[in-house]
């Protein structure tokens, strides 16, 4: 067998340092999640004093609310990475030569 199939321990990452490694990466990930907590709590501390608005309301409101978030995030993600990979490589290196 060739080593390139063969399982080895270094290749089994944790999921805290993929994560860590998909924020180097996407440095919007950790802004989409942490956005994502944050709407959804604030939306279960706010299920408390709904008033007379039904709970299947609340819930869908609270869903779309934090999925924006998300989408958002991704958005500003992907924008970035086209920046960071097509656009700034253009004008700077132009403007050394």
Known sequence: ???????SAEEDEG???RLIRKS???PFVPVGIAGFVSVVSY???KLKYRRDQKVSIHLIHMRVAAQGFVVGAVTL???YSMYKDHIRPRF????KK
């Open 24 to 26: 180097r990466d996407c």
């Open 1 to 7: 067998m060739s080593s390139d199939n063969q399982w």
């Open 15 to 17: 999921q805290l340092s």
């Open 92 to 95: 700077f290196s132009e403007s």
């Open 77 to 79: 993600g992907v924008l």
């Open 43 to 45: 939306g279960l501390y």
